[in-house]
């Protein structure tokens, strides 16, 4: 494995194609399993990862947005795509590209069946999302008649999937809430089936809620984090392998003197004799926000951590490397598979993973192994 000589994101398909195997194990073969790879793949490289995980056939993909979902179709993804945050705006895409989209209110579901009509579909896939208790998205229980009632008055549509998003699965603190949920959405699908006249697939589960809820996993799941290598708990990230490596160089090295300061507004002023820092190339503007500055967040160097001081700049961070071998040129750990995962990194700022991981810039370069 080479040593990094700039800023770059090394993504570990190897890592990928474990993780999808180790989640497709907890379910039952006749399970389908989507792929969510919106925001670039939580934050690596939405065209190849999906196009990995269609060679190792994934029966969906998610994304957020349709524009998302085109990007997919231009490089080379025949498997269904579902929008899971569709806007009236893109419906003539969404159509061209063969997208499917989530129709999560009235509005949305009346405009849909309106524009679908215009274009003279018939019987277009579309998936129609139920709030059982997340509170973002999605149609309420007391919705189902009208829902019906609209879907089965045109041929211009047919629901593929009813589904819905659990809250709390990774807190298991929260398990009456979640049960709550699940029974919540079993009683939709049925009284759904019962007014239409046919079951559509459904689906529930997130990455949580396949490791934690077996119940619930219904006709397919859905992973996005877990994908990427992180479980929402210690016990089972375990089992799974972070896809993503963030590395990066030492461009210079100074050494600073008693009262002098670092970066701007002087936020860091070294107490020691001497103080050594090295200057990083990569900064706000590459993911690694301001939260991590000032002592908040560090660097791995030769093996040792090394804090970020000061605040971060757009393209550049400085860490203090007092007490570190290393010189200019060396390579820079910012968050590996390994022992100094994404995870741990956030952790020092408190703020999650998925924050970090879908931050990092579209302007970092992305390398690919283990293929």
Not at 196 to 205: E, Q
Request: aromatic fraction near 10%; proline fraction near 2%; charged fraction near 20%.
């Amino acid at each position: 494995m080479l040593k990094a000589q700039e800023t770059v994101l090394e993504i570990d398909l190897k890592a990928l194609k474990h993780n999808f195997e180790y989640l497709k194990s907890k379910l039952q073969p006749e399970t389908k399993f989507l792929a969510v790879v919106k925001a670039f793949a939580y934050g690596s490289d939405a065209q190849k990862i999906a196009k990995y995980l269609q060679d190792l056939d994934v029966d969906y993909f998610a994304v957020a947005y349709a524009n998302e979902g085109i990007t997919l179709r231009k490089a080379g993804i025949t498997k269904p795509i579902l929008v899971l945050h569709t806007l009236a705006i893109n419906f003539d895409v969404i159509i061209e590209n063969c997208l499917e989209p989530n129709l999560y209110n009235a509005k949305i579901l009346n405009e849909f069946i309106a524009f679908a009509s215009s274009e003279k579909q018939n019987e277009y896939p579309v998936h129609i999302k139920f709030n059982t208790g997340l509170n973002r998205l999605g149609f309420w229980e007391n919705d189902l008649e009208y829902v019906v009632s609209k879907v089965t008055a045109t041929s211009v549509v047919k629901v593929k999937s009813l589904f819905s998003h659990l809250a709390a699965s990774e807190d298991l603190n929260e398990r009456d809430f979640t049960l709550n949920q699940i029974n919540s959405f079993k009683a939709i699908a049925e009284n759904f089936e019962a007014e239409i006249g046919y079951m559509p697939f459904l689906h529930m589960s997130n990455t949580s809620g396949i490791l934690n809820y077996p119940e619930a996993h219904f006709d397919m799941v859905r992973s996005g984090i877990g994908l990427y290598g992180f479980g929402n708990s210690e016990k089972e990230s375990a089992h799974l392998k972070p896809v993503a490596s963030l590395k990066t160089v030492i461009s210079q090295i100074h050494k600073i003197k008693k009262g002098e300061s670092v970066g701007y507004n002087r936020a860091y002023k070294s107490d020691r004799l001497i103080t050594k820092t090295a200057t990083l190339p990569l900064g706000h503007a590459d993911g690694i926000s301001r939260i991590y500055g000032n002592g908040k967040g560090f660097v791995t160097i030769n093996g040792q951590k090394a804090s970020i001081i000061g605040n971060v700049c757009m393209d550049m961070i400085m860490v203090n490397i007092t007490d570190i071998d290393c010189k200019e040129g060396d390579e820079v750990i910012v968050f590996d598979g390994n022992t100094i995962t994404a995870e741990t990194l956030a952790d020092s700022a408190n703020t999650i993973s998925y924050e970090l991981i879908t931050s990092i810039s579209q302007r970092v370069k992305r390398t690919f192994i283990n293929y």
